[in-house]
Structures are given as structure tokens and as C-alpha cells.
């Protein structure tokens, strides 16, 4: 995957990552779950 689409994949899904993050761990711990997840992907 080229950086720009990994750009556009990130910026329209991570906000919906977090959000999931948020509902079942702490608020501190969301920012790098969501890393995590698009390292991952």
C-alpha cells in the first residue's frame, strides 16, 4: 500500500478505532491502541 492511501485509511478510520478503543479501555491507553491497530493492518 502506497503512503497516500495508508493516509486516507488512516485518517477516515482511525477516529472509529478510537472511539471503539474508548468504550473498553482507558482514555490513556487509546492513542496507541489505535497505532497499534494500523501497524497491524
Do not use: K
Request: aromatic share 12%.
Amino acid at each position: 500500500m502506497d503512503e497516500a492511501a495508508f493516509d486516507t485509511l488512516f485518517r477516515d478510520n482511525a477516529p472509529r478505532v478510537y472511539a471503539y478503543a474508548r468504550r473498553h479501555i482507558a482514555a490513556d491507553q487509546c492513542e496507541d491502541v489505535v497505532s497499534e491497530t494500523f501497524l497491524q493492518a
